[in-house]
Every structure is written in C-alpha cells, then in structure tokens.
C-alpha cells in the first residue's frame, strides 16, 4: 500500500489566510513559532476587520483599529512581522470572486509553498471552530490556491495591471479539520502561542486569570494524546492537503 504523502520538512515561505484576528493564535500559532524558529518566512492574510468581536461596550467604528494593532502584537510574538488585513464586515463574508481575487493577489505576491487556512467543513462534535466566516474563508483560500492563483488567465487584472504572475502552492494546511491527520508538537514554544493570545486583549481579557491557559492547555493535551504524542506534550492538528 502506498504511504501517505507526508508534508514538506522544511519550505522557505507560508502565507496563513484567517477569518479574523487572533483565529491563527487559538489555532496554529505554536506550529507558526515553530516555522519562524526554523528560518521560514510567515505572512499573515487576515479576512476581516474583525468589528463584530469584544465583549465590552467600545464603538463599532474602534475595533478594527485596535483588533490590527492587537493581530501585529500577537503575530511578533511568534516571529512574524508581515501581517496584512483585506477589511470585509467581521460576520458577513461570503464566497464571492472578490474574496477569491483578494486572497489570489497575497498568494501571488507571497508566493508561498504551504499555505495555513481554517477547513471549510463544519464540526458537528465542536461547532465554535465552524464559525461560518471561518468556513468561508477556508473555501475561498481553498478556491484560490486552485485553481485561481496557479491559473494566469484566472482574475487577468492580476497580471495585466498588477504585474503579478501565476504562482502554485505546494500544500495546504487546513486548522480545525474533523479530519486532522498531522500534528504539531509545540510544548517548546508554548509561552510564545499564549503571549500571542494574551495580545487579543478586546477578545480575552474578560476571562477569569488562568482560564484561557487552562482550557487552551487541556485542548492541547488531548489534540497531542489524539494524535499518538507522549504523555506531557501539547499539539496543535491539521488536514495537510497536497495540491500536486
């Protein structure tokens, strides 16, 4: 029987496309400490501008502003320095040309080897991963990886006023998949995925002290146990999608 095609040990760039900031921290941002800490280049792509979040009563019109500044804290502390915002309603993306164009565009001036997104099918066993903007953003990325940003007839604007040539993705991560099958051992990186997440201060801050650790923790646990890691480790899973 043929062996599972296992993902690349080592790429020089990956371009992460998420819903919302701090989506890449709950999920990936250990793996991601563990690429930069290898010499991969990181870009983060995020879809909204994330104005539906927060649980106080700050203004609509603030939230974008300060979920930006607090994506590019979360993103330096895992060693990325490239995070760009594409602005659609937080709440309100669909699948649409647009998004597939937008999204093709960051992959054609990244030009990354492995692209990281959420998967676009549901979880029924743990439907707060299945925010429908998570979905949508996963399908879209999904839809630009291929065909769209390989193809150079595909969004011609692309090439023909931007200058931007087809460019193929290697694989694709997919985060919060009920059909995970690599794992990630980030127990060495792991006080750098929680600086991330304590950057989200709108997002986490009305938590009791100790309570994010506490459950992000146990989630790691039982990701790493699932996945056959030792007992003490932590993990963070994902469907690893050749696109060859």
Partial sequence: ??????????????LCVLAHPDDVDFGSAGTVATWTAAGTEVV?????????GGFDDTPREQMPLLRQAEQRAAAAAVGVTDVRFLGYPDGRLELTLDL???????????????????????????IG????????????????????ARNPFAHPELLAEEGLEAWTVDEVWLGA???????VDVTDVVEQ???????????VAHQPEGQLRQFVTGWMAQT????????????????VVHTA
Avoid at 193 to 199: Q, V
């Fill in 129 to 148: 991963a299945s925010h429908p903007d998570h979905m949508t953003a996963g399908e879209s990325t999904l839809r630009a990886v291929y065909p769209d």
């Fill in 100 to 126: 597939r164009r937008d999204i093709s565009r960051v992959i054609r001036q990244v030009r990354p080897q492995r692209v990281l997104t959420s998967s676009p099918e549901r979880m029924y066993d743990r």
């Fill in 193 to 203: 995925k929680f600086a991330a997440l304590e950057s989200h201060v709108t997002q």
């Fill in 1 to 14: 029987m043929t062996q599972p095609k296992q993902p690349a040990a080592h790429v020089d760039r990956v």
């Fill in 44 to 52: 983060y792509c995020i879809v909204t501008n994330g104005d539906a």
């Fill in 177 to 183: 998949s009920p059909r995970a099958d690599h794992a």
């Fill in 224 to 239: 790493a146990r699932t996945h056959g890691l030792p007992e003490g480790r932590l993990a963070e899973a994902f469907q």
